[in-house]
């Protein structure tokens, strides 16, 4: 079973940077496509940014372009996610996902091409 436990959320100054990290069961991201979305109360989650398998290619949100980074390091079974959020509107609980399926080396962005989530961290961004 894979565990995927989330980190470095908190409250942050709107314009400060903050990194996400998600630790993984080990071998759990390797050559896996990976994701975080992020979610408020009463709205459904939202893709905020992906990986392939690979991790040649990456997507984001057109809301988080140019301000927030996915990355990985295989060795440490870790994913992370810098973020530099802007407005109160990033506020959210932000979400590390898998995916345990094969598949083509694609970036999903559909919450449901994930197979595995971690519990979620908060991100509050104060103005």
């Known amino acids: 079973q894979v565990q995927l436990v989330e980190s470095g959320g908190g409250l942050v100054p709107a314009g400060a940077s903050l990194r996400l990290a998600c630790a993984a069961s080990?071998?759990?991201?390797?050559?896996?496509?990976v994701a975080w979305f992020r979610q408020t109360l009463g709205q459904e989650r939202e893709f905020v940014a992906a990986?392939?398998?690979?991790?040649?290619?990456?997507h984001y949100a057109d809301s988080v372009k140019g301000r927030f980074t996915i990355s990985r390091d295989d060795a440490m079974n870790t994913l992370y996610l810098q973020i530099s959020p802007r407005t109160p509107e990033d506020t959210a609980v932000y979400y590390c996902?898998?995916?345990?399926?094969?598949?083509?080396?694609?970036?999903?962005?559909?919450?449901?091409?994930?197979?595995?989530w971690g519990q979620g961290t908060q991100v509050t961004v104060s103005s």
């Open positions: 990986m392939s398998w690979t991790g040649q290619s990456t």
């Open positions: 996902a898998v995916r345990g399926r094969s598949g083509v080396n694609i970036v999903y962005t559909a919450a449901s091409a994930y197979d595995y």
């Open positions: 080990e071998g759990a991201i390797t050559s896996s496509a």
